[in-house]
C-alpha cells in the first residue's frame, strides 16, 4: 500500500458540527466539548502534517475527544470519600467542615449579609467583628484577625515588620522546611521583601545564636513550628519562652508560625504534644499565625493572634485588603470558631475523626466488611494505622480499622484505579497486594455509598444489597 496522501487525510478529518453530533450530551458545557474537539482536531492536523497516519473516521476521532472529556469530568471539583486514614488529607481539600459551618457558608453565598454594615446603628461595620472577637477568646489574645491563609498570614506579618532600614528576619536551620508541594517557608520570607538571617545548624539553635544574629538590621524573630517532621537524637533549640524574652529585651517582635493550630490538647493521642495558639502567645510570643483547615477544621484561613496594637496594624496594612476573606469563608468560620467556643468541636468532622475511638472503628469495619461479603474478592477487616496528616502531628499514629480487599480477578492496584473512576470517587491505599480502606476517615453513612462502589468496581451484581 502506499503511504496516505497527508492532503487526502486532512480533507477527511471530520468536522466540528459532526463531532459534536457523534459525542451527543456528555455531561459537560457545550464550551468544553468544543473545546475538547478544537484541541483533538489539532493534535490530529499535527499528527498529519508529522507524517502519521492517524485514524480519522468520526467515530475514531469522536471516542478519541471522549476520553479527552472522560479526564475533564474527573478533573472537575466533587465530593471524594476519603479512605485513606489520612485525616486532614490536603490533596483532599483538608477539612471537611461541620454542618452549622455549611450552613453559614452556603446562607452567605445565596443572600445578602451584614459583612460591612452594623445592623444595630445602621452604619458601616468592621468586617467579622463576631469572628475576631471568638478567635480572640479562643487563642486568649488580645485580639485577632483573619487573612487568606496561613501563607498570607506569614506575607502579610512579614511586609508589616521588614523595613529597608532593618529587613533581616531571623530563622533557626533548624526551621527552614518546605509544606506540601514546593512551598518553602523562607523562600515566601524573601519573597515577601526579607532578607533571611540564618542561625545555628540543622539540629542545633542555640539562644546566644540568636543573641548574636540580632541587631538593628533585624525586623523579627520567626519562629516555625515543625509542624511535619521531628528531629530526635542531638537536637536542641530555645523554647518560645526564651525567644520572647530575647525579643522583647532588644524591641522586637517574635512571631510563631504554628501551622496546625490544634485547640485541645493533642498529648494524650500518643504523648507528641502540638502547642496550641494559647499555649504560644502565654509563652511571650507577640503573634501567632495558623491554618482555618487544619486542626480547627473549619475553611481555608490564616489567623493571627496576639497584641492588640500589632494586629491592629496588620489590619491598617494595603495589602491586607489583598488577602482578606470572602463573606463564605467567615461566616463558615465564625460557625466553627463558635463550635469551639461551645465546647462543641466533637460535632467537626476532623476532630470527631481524631478522638475515634479504636473499638467503634473496629466495629465500623466488621459492618462493612459484612456488607460485602458476596463479592468477588476476599474481604477482612482488621486493625490499621490512620495518621492526622496535612502536615501535623507526623509522629502521631493513631490505631485505627480497615478493610482490606483482596480482588479475585485482578490487582489491588487495578481495584483501586476502578474505585477512584466510581461517582463518588473513592480513595483508599495499597498496601501487600491488598487494597484498604481505612474507617477513620468516612464521614458518618459513607459506608453504604462506600459498599455500592466497591460492589460497582468489582464489576459485581449491584442489585443485592
Ligand atoms: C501548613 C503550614 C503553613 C501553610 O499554611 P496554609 O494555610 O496552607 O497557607 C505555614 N506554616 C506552617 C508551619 C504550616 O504547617
Redesign the pocket.
Given at each position: 500500500m502506499c503511504p496516505a496522501d497527508p492532503n487526502e487525510l486532512m480533507r477527511s478529518i471530520p468536522g466540528v458540527d459532526r463531532l459534536l453530533t457523534a459525542l451527543g450530551d456528555q455531561g459537560l458545557p457545550r464550551g468544553l466539548v468544543l473545546a475538547g474537539v478544537r484541541e483533538e482536531l489539532n493534535e490530529l492536523r499535527q499528527a498529519i502534517r508529522a507524517g502519521q497516519a492517524p485514524a480519522v473516521g468520526v467515530e475514531d476521532v469522536a471516542m478519541r475527544v471522549c476520553e479527552r472529556l472522560a479526564r475533564a469530568r474527573s478533573r472537575r471539583i466533587q465530593p471524594v470519600i476519603n479512605a485513606t486514614g489520612v485525616i486532614v488529607h490536603t490533596n483532599l481539600g483538608r477539612s471537611p467542615m461541620a454542618d452549622q459551618a455549611i450552613e453559614a457558608a452556603q446562607q452567605a453565598a445565596g443572600n445578602y449579609v451584614n459583612l460591612e454594615l452594623d445592623l444595630a446603628t445602621g452604619k458601616r461595620g468592621g468586617r467579622a467583628a463576631v469572628l475576631e472577637q471568638s478567635l480572640a477568646v479562643l487563642c486568649e489574645a488580645e485580639a485577632a484577625t483573619v487573612v487568606n491563609?496561613?501563607?498570607?498570614a506569614?506575607a502579610l506579618v512579614v511586609w508589616q515588620f521588614v523595613k529597608p532600614e532593618h529587613n533581616q528576619v531571623i530563622l533557626s536551620r533548624g526551621e527552614m522546611?518546605q509544606?506540601?508541594g514546593g512551598?518553602r517557608?523562607h523562600e515566601l520570607l524573601e519573597t515577601a521583601g526579607a532578607t533571611l538571617r540564618e542561625v545555628g545548624t540543622t539540629n542545633k539553635t542555640s539562644l546566644a545564636d540568636y543573641e548574636q544574629a540580632l541587631g538593628p538590621a533585624t525586623a523579627m524573630l520567626l519562629k516555625?513550628?515543625r509542624?511535619?517532621f521531628y528531629m530526635e537524637g542531638f537536637v536542641e533549640s530555645p523554647d518560645t519562652r526564651a525567644l520572647a524574652e530575647l525579643a522583647q529585651r532588644q524591641g522586637k517582635v517574635l512571631i510563631e508560625?504554628?501551622?496546625?493550630g490544634a485547640m485541645f490538647p493533642t498529648a494524650p493521642l500518643d504523648g507528641e504534644h502540638e502547642p496550641t495558639p494559647a499555649n504560644v502567645l502565654k509563652q511571650g510570643a507577640d503573634l501567632v499565625l495558623f491554618?482555618g483547615?487544619?486542626l480547627l477544621g473549619g475553611p481555608?484561613a490564616?489567623i493571627i493572634a496576639g497584641k492588640a496594637d500589632l494586629i491592629r496594624a496588620l489590619k491598617a496594612n494595603p495589602l491586607f485588603r489583598a488577602l482578606r476573606c470572602d463573606k463564605m469563608s467567615l461566616a463558615a468560620l465564625e460557625q466553627t470558631a463558635s463550635l469551639h467556643l461551645a465546647g462543641q468541636s466533637g460535632q467537626i468532622p476532623i476532630v470527631a475523626m481524631i478522638h475515634a475511638q479504636p473499638d467503634a472503628l473496629n466495629d465500623r469495619a466488621q459492618h462493612l466488611a459484612a456488607q460485602l461479603a458476596d463479592l468477588p474478592a476476599k474481604v477482612t477487616a482488621r486493625p490499621s494505622i490512620a495518621r492526622i496528616g496535612?502536615?501535623?502531628l507526623p509522629k502521631t499514629e493513631l490505631p485505627s480499622a480497615c478493610i482490606q480487599i483482596k480482588p479475585h480477578n485482578r490487582s489491588a492496584d487495578q481495584l483501586a484505579s476502578a474505585l477512584a473512576a466510581q461517582t463518588p470517587a473513592c480513595i483508599g491505599y495499597v498496601e501487600d497486594e491488598h487494597l484498604c480502606l481505612d474507617v477513620r476517615t468516612l464521614l458518618p453513612g459513607q459506608e453504604d455509598v462506600l459498599a455500592r462502589a466497591l460492589k460497582q468496581a468489582l464489576g459485581a451484581n449491584a442489585a443485592k444489597s
Open positions: 491563609n496561613c501563607a498570607a506569614l522546611m509544606i506540601g512551598f517557608i516555625v513550628h509542624s511535619n508560625d504554628l501551622g496546625g491554618s483547615d487544619k481555608q490564616g496535612g502536615g501535623a
